[in-house]
T-cell receptor, first 112, second 112 residues
Framework: AQSVSQHNHHVILSEAASLELGCNYSYGGTVNLFWYVQYPGQHLQLLLKYFSGDPLVKGIKGFEAEFIKSKFSFNLRKPSVQWSDTAEYFC??????????FGKGTTLSVSS | DAGVIQSPRHEVTEMGQEVTLRCKPISGHNSLFWYRQTMMRGLELLIYFNNNVPIDDSGMPEDRFSAKMPNASFSTLKIQPSEPRDSAVYFCASLGGANVLTFGAGSRLTVL
């Protein structure tokens, strides 16, 4: 069955700490991979995406993610987090034109 | 573009009442999705449409839920009768040629 697993439910960091959020998926065939962010009280917004090509993709606000096909992973990273990065982060997987399957989300809390 | 527009933003109703949530996708987007977000289950796909045709409604919880897309610019999600366990945030999203899902602000439903 198709699924997306996010390893961390809640991550707490201090400002300037480095961040890595894990995402593994189970999906047959070629996939598109996404990270979405949901700030408190807001809707989901696209952070970055991978369709093909360079497996290291850069998104907005200094985030990046690396697609490792052999590990079925698409981990999100940021070298130095800020208080404003406090949000919930969702990994999602899908094929072109079809619905995305989302992970359960990781809540990131950044203290100043 | 105004993005994906959902209404109402908040709805409080009593058990047994009919609830209708509305969505206007981004103009030119051919696919529309309804997701439900709860603390316990995360983001679940309820149903999606391609070119106004329902493609996959396997996520619709039960017969109390129904969705329609009478034209390319409007969709409804109806719950009749509503139950307290239906309380959640319901998101509508649309997908265009760039293969990126764009979400609306969501409709927060509380069933008492």
């Amino acid at each position: 069955a198709q699924s997306v697993s996010q390893h961390n439910h809640h991550v707490i960091l201090s400002e300037a700490a480095s961040l890595e959020l894990g995402c593994n998926y189970s999906y047959g065939g070629t996939v598109n991979l996404f990270w979405y962010v949901q700030y408190p009280g807001q809707h989901l917004q696209l952070l970055l995406k991978y369709f093909s090509g360079d497996p290291l993709v850069k998104g907005i606000k200094g985030f990046e993610a690396e697609f490792i096909k052999s590990k079925f992973s698409f981990n999100l990273r940021k070298p130095s987090v800020q208080w404003s990065d406090t949000a919930e982060y969702f990994c999602a997987v899908g094929q072109a034109g079809t619905a995305l399957i989302f992970g359960k989300g990781t809540t990131l809390s950044v203290s100043s | 573009d105004a993005g994906v527009i959902q209404s109402p933003r908040h709805e409080v109703t009593e058990m047994g009442q009919e609830v209708t949530l509305r969505c206007k996708p981004i103009s030119g987007h051919n696919s529309l999705f309804w997701y439900r977000q709860t603390m316990m289950r995360g983001l679940e796909l309820l149903i999606y449409f391609n070119n106004n045709v329902p493609i996959d409604d396997s996520g619709m919880p039960e017969d109390r839920f129904s969705a329609k897309m009478p034209n390319a610019s409007f969709s409804t999600l109806k719950i009749q009768p509503s139950e307290p366990r239906d309380s959640a945030v319901y998101f509508c999203a649309s997908l265009g040629g760039a293969n990126v899902l764009t979400f609306g602000a969501g409709s927060r439903l509380t069933v008492l």
